[in-house]
Nanobody
C-alpha cells in the first residue's frame, strides 16, 4: 500500500526559509512523478513544483511562476524522498502544502495527474 507523508512545516517571518520533506513508501517510485501542491483557505489546490522521470537517471523539474527563483525541489538518490527548499518566503505562501505521487507519465501541474497524496503540512508566513 502506497503511503505519502510530509514533514517540515511551521511558522516563519517573511523573508525566512523552510524545508519540507516528503517520504513515499510501499513500493519503488523511480519512474513516478512527485510533486508539491498547496491550498490556502478558500482557494483551490494549486501546483507548486514537481519532478518527472524522463529516462535513465534524469528527472525534469518544473515550478509555478509564483515560486520560481525562491523554491527548489529535489529528490534523493533512491528517488522516494522529495524535498522542497523554500527561501524568501512571503505571506502569500501561507497554505497547507501537500506532497503527491503520480504514475501515469503525463504532465506535472494538475491535481488530476497524481494518484497518491499526503495529509499535508501547514506553512505560515507572517509579515
Amino acid at each position: 500500500q502506497v503511503q505519502v507523508e510530509e514533514s517540515g512545516g511551521g511558522s516563519v517571518q517573511a523573508g525566512g526559509s523552510l524545508r519540507l520533506s516528503c517520504e513515499a513508501s510501499g513500493r519503488t517510485f523511480t519512474r513516478s512523478t512527485m510533486g508539491w501542491f498547496r491550498q490556502a483557505p478558500g482557494n483551490e489546490r494549486e501546483f507548486v513544483a514537481a519532478t518527472k522521470w524522463i529516462g535513465g537517471n534524469t528527472y525534469f523539474s518544473e515550478y509555478a511562476d509564483s515560486v520560481k527563483g525562491r523554491f527548489t525541489v529535489s529528490r534523493d538518490s533512491a528517488q522516494h524522498t522529495l524535498s522542497l527548499q523554500m527561501n524568501s518566503l512571503k505571506p502569500e505562501d501561507t497554505a497547507v502544502y501537500y506532497c503527491a505521487v503520480g504514475d501515469a507519465q503525463v504532465g506535472l501541474t494538475l491535481v488530476t495527474q497524481y494518484d497518491y497524496w499526503g495529509q499535508g503540512t501547514q506553512v505560515t508566513v507572517s509579515s
